[in-house]
């Protein structure tokens, strides 16, 4: 009995592993637009993180992505009139948090490279002394730049009542549209976190366009709600950034990012945070 206990579990960790591997393989077949995610862009030691890379690092990454020949767009675009198409080689940059070095070594590069970016603001902290001021919010805004939310307060959205999970997205959404006298489009969820019910609450507060962490292209014809991203870390050096640039390369990636996505899902924030100070990260 034993043995047969032994071997059916064998057999279903064996199909799961498949399907995962099938699923994600079959998810970076599909075409449409990248987004990339970026957090920091400092020199700053006191800053080092996997999440921020050098500002060299960026310079280079910049580099890359204009010699494969890639348009970089923003998501209020693709709502306003403007038909793009799955084939064409589009990007999307994206960068979470707001923090001031958003403004002083990512938006000048961008626009030494003739690119575009989406910046995602806590806005809570607008003005503080590591994030973005209003003005430089603004400035950016008017240099063809775009402004989206990523909550009033960091928190984990998908740990919220509801009543709390509104405020965080009105609320973010109500101050920048009056930093910025235009609607807001985009909504990005801190950490990744978000189930079904955060995705409802962003659409009914009048988002547009939902960024999340599952790596992998949209379907950009579709004019998509629910975007994927693809984080770009610290660790990779320029072969390995010029990879998430053709998603098929990537697949221990996703699979990595995958099962974590279902760690969370099993053990909840809480749980999951702890084991991964061991386990996960």
Known sequence: MKKKLLFISGALLIVFSVSIVANAYIILQEPGVIVLLYHGVTDNVIEKSKYNVSVQQFERHLDIIRKHNFTTILPREIYQGNHFNNKDKLLILSFDD??????????????????KGVFFVVTKYINSEVNLTDHQILEMFQNQMEIGSHSYSHPYMNDLSQGNLEYELERSKKDLEAILGSEIFSFAPP??????????????????????CEIGRTDIESKPFLFRRIEVLNEMNDEEFQDLLNPPKILKYKMQQDIKIMMKNIFGFRLYKLLGRYIFV
Do not use: C, E, I
């Open 98 to 115: 707001g923090t001031k070095d958003h403004y002083t070594s990512v938006f000048p590069r961008l626009k030494k490279y003739d690119m």
């Open 191 to 212: 950490g990744g976190w978000f189930n079904q019910s955060v995705l409802s609450a962003a659409k009914k507060s009048g988002y547009k366009a939902f960024f999340s």
